[in-house]
């Protein structure tokens, strides 16, 4: 068998995030039966993470065993035309059989989008927001989240992590025409971390608390210490570093 990596793009509004579960439409799933049928044999494919139900991704990485597989561009195209319009394969190579698309992961990369006015076109991939933020505030709340830290505070209820040590390589937030963008790389997530900051920087951006409450907020380990964690739907997988 060799081992096949995939990069795909996809909108996770429909999907109820990427990893299979019973009785509920995934990423994973779908590409699977798609990949499945296209090469007339049972194939399983393991992700670089999980993503949350409406989660979006633009450079997803994923692998899978195959038989081999000669003409991979025309794999491509058959799996692309297979699939619906909200998943995109931007690219398929072989790999190295110890390639692993999760535990070779050096570190990934969110950014989470929001804006003040209403954009029809793009209303399931960024969060509106109400009135004005410091910019100002936000980064140097951002700022100190960078560094190896307990994110427990972060870290959704009842997660089964072994530990809850993340290492931040960057976190900082910039404007992009009407829109605030947050982008935050690290080694490792926990579940609904990414939102949960963001949720919390928005307060600061709103002056309800200082950026230096980041820093009480993550010494407490306690995710009832974080604020409100924003919508799902202003979130993307922007990059996955080996």
Known sequence: MNRYALILAYDGSQYHGWQKQ??????????????STVLNQDIQIVGCG?????????D???????????????????LNKVLPGDISIKKIGEVETSFHARFDALSR?????????????????FSLVHGELSLDKMNAAAALLIGKKDFTSF????????????????????????????????NRFLRNMVRAIVGTLIE???????????????????????????EAKGLFLSKVEY
């Open 204 to 230: 600061v951006g709103q002056e309800k608390i200082s950026p230096e409450a980041i820093l009480t907020i993550l010494e407490e380990r306690n995710r009832s210490a974080a604020k409100k964690s924003a």
């Open 22 to 35: 019973p009785n509920a439409s995934t990423v994973q799933e779908v590409i699977e039966g798609r990949l």
């Open 109 to 125: 990369e969110y950014r989470y989008y929001l804006s003040s006015e209403k954009d029809i076109w793009n209303r399931d991939h």
């Open 60 to 78: 997803y990485c994923a692998h899978f065993d195959s038989r081999s597989i000669s003409n991979l561009e025309n794999l491509k195209y058959k």
């Open 155 to 186: 870290c959704k209820v009842g997660s089964d992590n072994e530990n809850n040590i993340c290492e931040v390589f960057e976190s900082f937030w910039t404007k992009e025409g009407q829109k605030l963008v947050y982008t935050v790389r690290a």
């Open 50 to 58: 999980r993503t949350d139900t409406g989660v979006h991704a633009r």
